[in-house]
Structures are given as structure tokens and as C-alpha cells.
């Protein structure tokens, strides 16, 4: 996985985002994207953001799964953005 990590590192890179603020989604699909990946399991997700346990964005992210009624032990994809920026 770490050749996969390498493409996904590359693609943030070009769309300007760093790896500890960006926001994403949890699917069972692809949204057929430049920041859209596929993941096997759970902690291939947790190695690729550097999240340890136990932590707060861990428990954040473990919620994902739940609130979206997927499987962390089965494949999903990631789709990745830009985290949002309030407007004054």
C-alpha cells in the first residue's frame, strides 16, 4: 500500500492539501475523483493520516463508519477535499 500512499501524497500535493487538515467523506463507492481512494481497511486509512491510538481524530473517524453504516473492516474509498473555509 505504501506505492498507493506515494499516488495519494502526489494528488494532495497538486491540489494543495496537507494530510493533518483534510476533510473527507467515507463511501462504499468512488466519487470518481482526483482525491477519490480506495482503502482496504480501517488502519490502512488510520497509517496513511498518521492517526495513533487511542486518540480524539481516531474515535472521529472510527464515527464515520458507524454514522455511515460501513464495514471499517472491508474495502471503502476515501473521498478526499479541501477542509472548508468560513466566510466573514
Known amino acids: 500500500m505504501n506505492q498507493n500512499f ?24 468512488s466519487l470518481n475523483s482526483r482525491l477519490s481512494f480506495k482503502f482496504n481497511n480501517i488502519e490502512e486509512l488510520l497509517l496513511f493520516l498518521d492517526v495513533t491510538a487511542p486518540s480524539k481524530r481516531e474515535m472521529d473517524i472510527r464515527s464515520k463508519f458507524i454514522e455511515n453504516g460501513i464495514d471499517p473492516d472491508k474495502y471503502f474509498y476515501v473521498n478526499f477535499f479541501k477542509p472548508k473555509v468560513a466566510e466573514l
Open 6 to 29: 506515494t499516488l495519494i501524497s502526489d494528488a494532495f500535493l497538486t491540489a494543495g492539501i496537507d494530510t493533518k487538515n483534510v476533510e473527507f467523506t467515507i463511501t462504499e463507492y
